[in-house]
């Protein structure tokens, strides 16, 4: 009888196993670390709230390609004027949002007004900035004029804040998305999980995954388990902290390391002093030992970058040997600039570890050299109100992962207080250069400028630390946006 | 009784007042700007001033105040600035989860910790008594996250018998719920354990060594009824305060163990709402904690006259 029981389990295993490996999988759970306030991409600002909903739920214009290239979203293709002030734009057809609503050129009308209304709540309302109307010339062709040529123009209207939403559903965003991706909001379990389901009725190409779930985990001890015990398969960033040797030595799993646009700065104020002398600045330059900083922040793969651009793009330029490690150099300029003794002063850091552990070390670094740090941890919304917006500091270190901003230097009330005419002068022609290869050129210029004034410390990129099952394919391996895109995302048994 | 009760739901108010107070003033002298945190780095000046407009962060300080305690007293709690839904629902999606599994810890624990206490204070000084209380010391020094810790490794990881973490919601049906607290239930119950286990030893002992229970031994009464009839009900006075004290703990105390299991529990709502200054889910949930804290107070003080009906008296 035993016998009889045993062989009976055996073959129900064997049969359900069979059955379970014919059928490809088709959903799939997601680990984030931070929890999106909301999920409406066009009224704040956290990466969560992209990174459930971009590609995946909502949809722009154009969008953004694992590459970082800029392709057609809901605009199936577009003309440029010859002056590259006037961009037409013709849509898809038979698009719905999830509602059962029709879209057509007045919805993007209607998102891109509601974007640059005076109300407007939108976290990147500078995206819009060159835009002087949109005019819709008939359902599926819509004009947008601009004030001057845009170079950067299409790869703005790729951003998740520039998510074209209906009337009809746009308040209730937060909430509820109503977009028009591949995949439909399901559910939002709070402080737990948010669900997508696979949208039956989308206009393009079909996903492999008829249900997705991100889960929120906020603890990077717990992200471990929840990897190794199989309740989560992936993860687009994963905290793994010192634990990625145990990871990638399991076959069960794929650790891809890519980029970010997270350029980690020690950021200066420059018009106070002495850090408004240059000399101050290429002495704290010549000081930082980058590899080291790196290795102090596990599981140290940062970059090392000498200006404020991402390595992944083709503008990048590499000037990390502008000032490169010098002590000796470092006291000889700080005897220069009158401070042959060094001086004291403040760093304020945010809480995330890359700035706590990489400040410790930093403090080290630049004490040799006779400047001695106190260091004052905050938290990210005294950090937004002191340093951020008070300018009330001396050195801080944070990411700025907004995708090509180097122009935040060219602002002329940002916390760095940094101020150069030649620098915002190759920002403004910039601004209005469509060609590729010129635009590229003045990239460079721009990364140069900044890496000689050593606006701020150049640190390191923040890698992106991409584990996933080693069966599931199709996830993002570079982060030119933090989204996790699914519209690839299939198992291959 | 009438008395003593209405005294105590006095009391009870008067806290509940000063408590909304204390609290509202102590946030708004936070640092931070709640739009700013919402909006970015990129936010342009326009947009900020919008957002702060929508959050409702341009009335006056006491204008807000007393909108919101009368909002409370209707049962209306305001509106999240982060999640832009009801605080109130933001409220009950938690406490579903975290109000059973202190339910669950606290009966755990008791269920360990009393029969363990009593055990040991019976055998005082012999070997029963040394190992239990040897491993309930142990229970105080081990920190409850790195328990939480083995426990995940031991039954999710290695054995695969329960989720690592999570919850799933009872919509998905009892069972599931239940297993994804099993874990962190274990994990909070065992230090309240050792503890409560040490509080009833001590004072069973205490109760012990009076004249009646010499007594009572002395006119032939049997040893187990002595102990579990006439000590036992002596000595829940202590326990009980200790317990009321733990319940409230376990209600919002219990972050670290929220964290560890990713479990979407009170603690955690408060900690992410204080991060993101959304101080008016911070507030509707310390008024919460208070409330819970003086009913169980209360439960706890009625409880005392059950056991002791000299203080129904007096009191």
């Known amino acids: ?493 | 009784m009438i008395a003593f009760l209405s005294k105590r739901l006095g009391i009870g108010l008067v806290t509940l007042l000063v408590a909304s107070a204390v609290v509202f003033f102590v946030l708004e002298i936070l640092p931070g700007d709640p739009a700013l945190l919402m909006l970015g780095m990129n936010a342009t000046p326009e947009a900020l001033a919008s957002m702060r407009e929508q959050m409702g962060l341009n009335d006056p300080v006491l204008v807000r105040y007393f909108s919101w305690i009368g909002g409370m007293l209707v049962g209306d709690f305001g509106r999240s600035f982060t999640y832009s839904s009801p605080v109130i629902d933001l409220i009950a999606e938690r406490v579903v989860v975290s109000l059973p599994l202190a339910i669950i810890s606290l009966i755990l624990s008791t269920a360990i910790a009393i029969p363990v206490g009593i055990f040991a204070a019976a055998r005082r000084g012999r070997m029963g008594d040394t190992v239990s209380m040897g491993v309930a010391q142990v229970g105080v020094a081990i920190p409850n996250f790195w328990f939480a810790l083995l426990l995940v490794y031991v039954f999710a990881v290695w054995l695969r018998l329960l989720p690592s973490g999570g919850f799933p919601g009872w919509g998905a049906g009892v069972w599931p719920g239940l297993k994804a607290l099993i874990l962190p239930a274990i994990a909070l119950a065992l230090p309240q354990a050792a503890i409560l286990a040490r509080v009833t030893r001590s004072a069973m002992l205490e109760v012990l060594g009076e004249d009646y229970i010499r007594t009572a031994r002395a006119k032939g009464m049997p040893r187990r009824y002595v102990l579990w009839r006439h000590a036992l009900r002596n000595a829940m006075i202590p326990v009980l305060t200790i317990m009321g004290l733990q319940f409230a703990f376990l209600l919002a105390g219990t972050i670290i163990i929220e964290n560890v299991f990713y479990l979407p529990g009170l603690g955690r709502l408060v900690f992410q709402a204080i991060t993101q200054r959304d101080l008016i889910v911070v507030e509707g949930v310390i008024m919460l904690l208070v409330a819970s804290v003086v009913v169980v107070n209360l439960v706890v003080d009625i409880l005392y006259a059950v056991v002791d009906p000299r203080l129904r008296v007096s009191a």
């Open chain 1, 1 to 493: 009888m035993k016998l009889l029981k045993s062989v009976l389990v055996a073959t129900a295993l064997a049969l359900a196993t069979s059955t379970a490996a014919m059928a490809q999988r088709t959903d799939v759970v997601i680990g984030m670390v931070l929890e999106p306030p909301h999920l409406d991409p066009t009224a704040g600002a956290a990466a969560a709230i992209k990174e459930v909903g971009y590609a995946n739920v909502f949809e722009g214009l154009t969008r953004i390609g694992p590459d970082g290239s800029v392709q057609p979203g809901l605009a199936e293709s577009w003309e440029i004027s010859d002056d590259g002030k006037v961009y037409t734009f013709k849509l898809h057809t038979g698009v719905k949002f999830h509602d059962g609503a029709d879209f057509s050129a007045e919805d993007v009308k209607f998102s891109i007004d509601r974007a640059m209304a005076e109300d407007s709540v939108n976290p990147q309302k500078g995206l819009y900035s060159a835009i002087q109307s949109v005019e819709v010339v008939d359902s599926a062709t819509v004009v947008v004029n601009l004030k001057h040529p845009q170079g950067a123009f299409l790869w703005n209207m790729g951003w998740g804040e520039a998510a074209i939403v209906s009337p009809a559903s746009a308040d209730g965003n937060k909430e509820r998305p109503i977009g028009t991706g591949p995949f439909k909001f399901d559910n939002w379990a709070k402080g737990s999980s948010i669900t997508l389901v696979k949208n039956p009725d989308y206009w393009g190409e079909e996903v492999a995954l008829d249900r997705a779930e991100f889960r929120i985990i906020p603890d990077s001890a717990a992200a471990i388990p929840a990897l190794l015990s199989g309740d989560v398969h992936a993860f687009s960033n994963m905290p793994v902290g010192d634990a990625l040797p145990q990871i990638e030595s399991d076959p069960r799993f794929k650790v891809v390391i890519g980029s970010t646009e997270g350029e980690t700065v020690l950021s200066t104020n420059n018009k106070k002093e002495p850090f408004d002398k240059l000399e101050v600045r290429q002495a704290i330059a010549h000081a930082l030992n980058r590899e080291e900083i790196i290795q102090g922040v596990p599981p140290g793969l940062g970059v090392p970058i000498g200006s404020h651009f991402a390595p992944h793009h083709p503008a990048y330029i590499d000037l990390t040997g502008t000032y490169p490690y010098d002590p000796e150099k470092a006291k000889e300029l700080l005897a220069q600039a009158g401070l042959p003794d060094g001086f004291s002063a403040t760093l304020k850091l945010p809480p995330p570890s890359y700035a706590r552990d990489g400040g410790q070390i930093i403090a080290s670094q630049l004490r040799q050299v006779g400047i001695n740090l106190e260091i004052i941890p905050l938290e990210w919304a005294d950090w937004l109100s002191q340093v951020f917006t008070d300018k009330n500091y001396d050195l801080s270190i944070v990411s700025h992962v907004e995708p090509m901003d180097i122009g935040i230097y060219a602002r002329p009330d940002y916390y760095f207080q940094y101020e150069n005419p030649e620098f915002n002068a190759v920002m403004e022609e910039l601004e209005v250069t469509t060609d590729e290869a010129k635009r590229n050129e003045l990239y460079g210029k721009a990364q140069t400028i900044l890496a000689q004034d050593a606006a701020v410390g150049f640190l390191f990129q923040l890698p992106k630390i991409g584990v996933w099952d080693a069966k599931l394919e199709g996830m993002w391996e570079n982060w030119p946006l933090s989204v996790a895109d699914l519209t690839k995302v299939h198992w291959t048994e």
